[in-house]
């Protein structure tokens, strides 16, 4: 009878454990996918800054260009990060700007980009098989995004729009 109620007691405290394990994991996707989208919303504003006072000028800028511009906060990260990072950014002719990852997050921060974007229009995926961002609250947003010969945006990459002004 011993031998029950201890096997009992120790295949509980296996499973607790196991569960616990699993929602520590989780927590930890999770804050790696707010800190990405934290991430992509700085560079986002930075960029947008940078284009704000450079009308006329080039298509895309890189990470050094906007530490060079003084548009990135000095409490960003990216302002004391690596010499690159996975955002990219591309302005068209009309002077709309997409923000989009190069390669894709190890996460998915879709969902997170569209809350900081306060379900925005302008938030989405984008699709391989589809030249229209996708939405995960609006679905297909009819919003074109540059054909493949301007841009390489991987499939399945978060992308964010920033309107011409």
Known sequence: MWNLAVLTVLISLAGYYASADKAGIEVQRQARADRQADEMALYRDAV????????GGPRSVNLATLRAGGVLQAWS?????????????????????????????????????????????????????????????????????????????????????????
Request: charged share 10%.
């Open 48 to 55: 947008a800054r940078y284009f704000a006072g450079h009308g």
């Open 77 to 165: 990260p990216l302002a004391a990060a690596a010499a690159t990072t996975i955002w990219a950014n591309y302005r068209n002719a009309a002077g709309t700007i997409y923000i989009y990852a190069a390669q894709p997050p190890d996460t998915n921060i879709v969902a997170d980009i569209v809350r900081l974007s306060r379900n925005s229009v302008l938030a989405g995926v984008y699709r391989s098989g589809d030249s229209n961002l996708y939405s995960p609250i609006f679905g297909d947003t009819q919003i074109k995004l540059p054909t493949p010969a301007e841009l390489a945006i991987p499939d399945g990459s978060p992308v964010w729009i920033v309107l011409a002004q």
